[in-house]
């Protein structure tokens, strides 16, 4: 499970004279999905658009299966399926045909796998309709079935959700976790929206202003930032309680926050009851990606 | 390769480009084909005659009064000495310069259209070939393949070469079937005379050669092929430059209607001839028609035309494997 097969280094692009991507690395192994999570203009797209080729990097390498796709370009594109913001097929051919390009310019694709990647996103039925009578979920689809051709060891998805309703959303999620599960496919997912890379990621990284914030593991950024909620009577009494005790933070639904600590927040609880105030309501909550990016990113957001 | 022109090919026919441009001709064939009838059927009724040695005398007769004419310029007077002279020659050499029959449509229509009317139907498929790619987003589709960017390119280059010679076919084709119903299909071995050429002194005809009229049609074909696959290679260029097919189908135009305009106008601006598009009349050198400007020559225009295809190109190829694609 940890053989790599994507790695970016230390890498940069200069437009103009002003530094949008500002030096970034990151690792992505075999069967995990991985988020690429920044609020708009964060200089997700262009480093995606670097990854696959699309924009060349001021400096800095990227390797896909190994190879760098500066250098080996044919070699480095076999090993990476991809799609760049919206699947944006061919209209007037029909789906059937937009697979057959697109196998035309991998090395022994055939039919036989054009029926393959058709039938695991479940478009039999429609293949041979014209792009344009599509919704876009199904455009999706087929967009996904495109990547798949090659085999790739490597998917690229550029918010792979966007303009989906929730069911397509939800269906989405799941055929992602399959392919990085059952199929093996290290898969970079690109979002801004954070409950949508929480749901559905391993690991995340998270960039703001062309540089990597932190890069870890969903899970691990979680766990350190849990959080009590409270809520008790009288409230003021409780408040003076607790306040000698540990940093609160008053909501306007009158709960209190406080940090969590499996030891310290028994011991509190304790002192409130001593204290004669009746705790009606306590309970564990995980943070959101949404704070923690707030948090993270000091609570910018465009350049 | 192969596979990436199958590609091409496919998403052109898609498209139904091709088909289009085939009406087209079509239609604009059958109107200059009622055109043609009604005019002779005019001279017809006018002279009395179908005799083509009558008609010509009295066109001789016309020149030989429009040129004694004081209002009329030292350039045009010169330009209709030189046709007076060729209608001599013809006269005198028993030759009928407009022998009728399909094979004289077609090279009076291809001699006609050289400068506009195919330009225009090739530009319709080369100003779109790459910047369609752009408008739709599958340029991303397309460039995130295991396939260099200048095998696409070529690929796209050679599905626009191949097109431009189905349009110049499509061309031959149709202005042959469709007037041949009306005149006839016969005409192939009809004596043309070339070689005419214009010098300082008028029009020399030293070095005037009879030739089949189906020799002749292959040149034609062959020039209007070439000057084809000049503005094909040059809309081409545009439409990697510009992402919108109809900014780039509007350069092309402004460009090729400043050359027609131009080619009427520029006789005292001599560095003009350097632009491709006042050499787009390759046709007239073959006729003895006096060029645009003077000292302009067959070879002279060519080797314009040549030199803005290959800079075409090369910016196509430079471009395209360099920029960055957003």
Redesign the interface.
């Given at each position: 499970m940890e053989n790599i097969t994507l790695s970016v280094h230390n890498l940069k692009k200069v437009i103009g004279k002003k530094e949008i991507i500002k030096g970034i690395s990151f690792e992505l192994r075999e069967g995990e999905v991985f988020g690429f999570l920044g609020p708009n203009g964060a200089g997700k797209t262009t480093t995606i658009r670097m990854l696959v080729g699309l924009i060349k990097p001021t400096s800095g390498s990227i390797h896909i299966g190994g190879y760098n796709i500066v250098d080996h370009f044919e070699e480095a594109m076999k090993h990476l399926g991809c799609i760049v913001e919206n699947p944006e097929l061919y209209p007037y051919l029909s789906g059937y045909d937009n697979l057959l390009h697109f196998a035309r310019m991998l090395d022994g694709i055939g039919e036989q796998r054009i029926s393959e990647v058709t039938e695991l996103v479940g478009l039999r039925d429609r293949i041979h309709d014209k792009v344009k009578t599509y919704s876009l979920g199904m455009r999706q689809r087929l967009g996904i079935a495109q990547a798949l051709l090659g085999r790739p060891k490597v998917l690229i998805l550029d918010e792979p959700t966007n303009g989906l309703d929730p069911a397509g959303i939800r269906e989405m999620r799941e055929f992602i976790r399959f392919l990085a599960e059952e199929e093996g496919l290290s898969v970079l997912v690109s979002s801004h929206l954070l409950s949508e890379i929480q749901l559905l990621c391993d690991r995340v990284a998270i960039i703001s202003r062309g540089t990597v914030i932190t890069t870890d593991t969903v899970d691990n950024l979680l766990s350190n930032r849990e959080r009590v909620v409270w809520r008790f009577h009288p409230l003021e009494k409780g408040k003076e309680v607790l306040g000698s005790l540990t940093a609160i933070e008053e909501r306007e639904d009158g709960t209190i926050t406080t940090e969590y600590d499996e030891i310290k927040t028994a011991e509190w609880n304790k002192k409130l009851v001593e204290a004669e105030v009746s705790v009606t309501e306590m309970y564990r909550k995980m943070p959101v990606l949404e704070d923690l990016f707030l948090e993270l990113t000091g609570g910018d957001s465009i350049e | 390769m192969n596979?990436?022109i199958?590609?091409e090919m496919?998403?052109l026919i898609?498209?139904k480009r091709l088909v289009v441009i085939a009406i087209i001709i079509g239609i604009l064939v059958a109107l200059f084909t009622y055109a043609q009838f009604k005019e002779n059927e005019r001279q017809r009724e006018k002279l009395g005659t179908d005799d083509w040695r009558t008609i010509i005398q009295q066109t001789i007769i016309d020149q030989q009064n429009r040129i004694s004419s004081p209002r009329i310029s030292d350039e045009w007077k010169q330009q209709l000495q030189i046709a007076l002279q060729q209608n001599q020659y013809y006269l005198d050499h028993d030759i009928n310069p407009s022998e009728p029959g399909a094979p004289t449509f077609m090279r009076i229509f291809l001699e006609n259209s050289i400068e506009l009317f195919i330009p225009l139907m090739v530009m319709v498929i080369a100003s779109d070939i790459v910047s369609s790619e752009h408008s739709?987003?599958?340029i991303?589709?397309?460039?995130?393949?295991?396939?260099?960017r200048w095998k696409v390119l070529l690929s796209k280059y050679i599905t626009l070469i191949l097109a431009i010679s189905l349009i110049v076919a499509i061309a031959g084709l149709l202005s042959y079937s469709i007037s041949g119903l009306v005149f006839g299909y016969k005409g192939w071995g009809a004596p043309v005379l070339t070689g005419f050429s214009v010098t300082d002194a008028g029009l020399n005809t030293a070095s005037v050669k009879l030739i089949d009229q189906w020799q002749f049609l292959l040149m034609d074909f062959g020039l209007v092929w070439l000057v084809a696959i000049v503005v094909g290679t040059l809309s081409f260029m545009l439409s990697v430059l510009i992402r919108s097919t109809a900014a780039g189908m509007g350069v092309m135009l402004a460009a090729l209607i400043a050359g027609a305009i131009l080619s009427n106008m520029v006789s005292s601006w001599e560095s003009a001839k350097y632009f491709f598009m006042v050499n787009l009349k390759l046709t007239n050198y073959m006729n003895g028609n006096p060029p645009p400007i003077e000292g302009m020559t067959l070879s002279f225009s060519m080797m314009v035309l040549l030199i803005w295809w290959a800079a075409g190109l090369f910016v196509s190829f430079y471009v395209f494997t360099?920029k960055?694609?957003?």
């Open positions: - | 596979k990436l199958q590609n496919m998403k898609a498209k739709q987003g599958s991303k589709l397309l460039l995130t393949r295991p396939v260099k360099k960055d694609v957003y």
